[in-house]
Structure formats: C-alpha cells, structure tokens
C-alpha cells in the first residue's frame, strides 16, 4: 500500500499519491497544476500513475489531470 502526502505549501493544501505497490499502479488524488512532482515520485516508487482523482474543482487544483 502506497500513501503519500504532497503538501503544497503555496497553496495551503495538499495531494496525494496512492497505490499498491504489487499492481505496479497508483492514483493521484487532487493533484496541483504542475505535474513533474508526481511523476518523479511515481518513476521513483516504481509505480505507474493510472488514476487522476479530484475531490472538488477548485482554482488551486485545476489541475494537472489533463
């Protein structure tokens, strides 16, 4: 089980990367405009990002799910 907190200090909130590690598969939940973060972290864990979720639609989360 992959759980982690990208705080966005800027912005006052945060994102999070989830997953399982055994699948090889994970989820960013809320994810900031700039996407390079999670993708480093992602190649890094050694997990494949397959699933943008978004728990409202805000100006600080739109968003890298594009």
């Given at each position: 089980?992959?759980?982690?907190?990208?705080?966005?200090?800027?912005?006052?909130?945060?994102?999070?990367?989830?997953?399982?590690?055994?699948?090889?598969?994970?989820?960013?939940?809320?994810?900031?405009?700039?996407?390079?973060?999670?993708l480093?972290?992602?190649?890094?864990i050694?997990?494949?990002?397959?699933?943008?979720?978004?728990?409202?639609?805000?100006?600080?989360?739109?968003?890298?799910?594009?």
């Amino acid at each position: 089980m992959i759980f982690r907190q990208i705080p966005h200090d800027d912005l006052g909130c945060a994102s999070y990367l989830i997953g399982d590690d055994d699948a090889g598969v994970a989820a960013v939940v809320d994810p900031k405009f700039e996407i390079d973060e999670y993708l480093e972290l992602a190649r890094y864990i050694g997990v494949s990002i397959e699933h943008i979720l978004e728990t409202h639609n805000h100006a600080d989360h739109v968003s890298g799910h594009g």
